[in-house]
């Protein structure tokens, strides 16, 4: 039986990719600017390939320019630097995304250091790691920014609150980290070597979890009333040789116990789009010195 208040981050994505619209139909009537997002993928990942196809179709169904690259599995790191650079060149272009992982030729450091910093809407560029961890402004991570909107929504103030990131990937993490500080959270970041994973996991009002092991968080890891953010995303056999997505929590066994949680599917995976969306927008504003919508 389901307690937890389900946060509907897909209902929440919705909303966001609808303002990110409003704004970019203000900002082609008022100074003429369509932002633009490129995408890149290397290779034909099966998941990489339909996850840069949502990219490009909500692009296009927020009235953005959305341009596509798609390259050979066997391209070199010389030819994917050069796109780049000509896509740093490319004044129409405001955001670039290129999707990762890269094939083993390819050195995925050296080509997010190569990204304009300006354009990097991913937000994985050390420039913007460092100002994210300085209190700076710059591109936030996806994934981290829409956990912390969907917290927001459902908590409110988190200020004081004891947070738990179970994950120190640089992707989520560590940026996630990063922002529940700077909302005056005390935060703990856990991982593989933590001793007595459980008890630092249930002392948490807010429990980020980001390790990639399906269901690996159990009920018993939970804090009564605490709130569950899910980042994880697995496929596991189910009946019949079907295949079905679960998170690093265990749904049945959390929701009895946490005053709220997110699902998989449903829940933080629709928000990483949205907010990539919004980076763009953003990301367009500033390079054109125009105030920034709220978002």
């Known amino acids: 039986m389901t307690d937890a208040k389900i946060i ?7 909303g966001l990719r609808l303002r990110v619209a409003d704004s970019v139909a203000t900002l082609k009537n008022t100074h003429g600017l369509t932002p633009g997002l490129a995408v890149v993928l290397v290779g034909e990942d099966p998941a990489s390939q339909v996850y840069t196809r949502n990219k490009a179709r909500q692009t296009s169904e927020a009235g953005m320019k959305s341009f596509e690259h798609k390259l050979d599995v066997e391209t070199s790191q010389s030819d994917l630097l050069a796109l780049i650079s000509q896509l740093n060149r490319d004044a ?14 390819i050195d995925s450091q050296a080509v997010i250091a190569a990204i304009d910093p300006a354009k990097d809407v991913d937000g994985f560029h050390v420039v913007n790691s460092g100002l994210l961890a300085t209190g700076g402004d710059g591109m936030v991570p996806c994934t981290p920014l829409g956990c912390l909107m969907l917290l927001k929504d459902t908590l409110g103030d988190l200020a004081g609150l004891d947070a738990v990131i179970v994950g120190r990937s640089n992707i989520v993490g560590k940026p996630m980290a990063a922002l529940l500080v700077g909302e005056s959270c005390t935060v703990t970041i856990a991982h593989s070597r933590t001793r007595d994973l459980l008890a630092v996991c249930a002392r948490a009002d807010i429990l ?15 804090k009564p009333g605490a709130t569950v953010i899910d980042v994880g995303i697995n496929r596991i056999d189910a009946d019949e040789g079907r295949a079905k997505l679960v998170g690093d929590v265990n749904f ?3 929701s009895a116990v946490a005053g709220a949680i997110t699902p998989v599917p449903g829940g933080v995976g629709p ?4 907010c990539l969306l919004r980076n763009t927008v953003i990301a367009a504003c500033r390079q054109n010195e ?3 919508p709220a978002l």
């Open 8 to 14: 509907d981050g897909k209902a929440f994505a919705e």
């Open 252 to 254: 049945y066994e959390a």
């Open 92 to 105: 129409a272009v405001n955001g670039i995304l290129v999707q990762l992982p890269l094939p083993s030729q």
């Open 208 to 222: 980020v979890a980001a390790v990639g092991r399906p269901e690996m968080i159990g009920g018993s890891w939970i």
């Open 290 to 292: 125009i105030a920034a």
């Open 271 to 274: 928000m990483t789009i949205a």
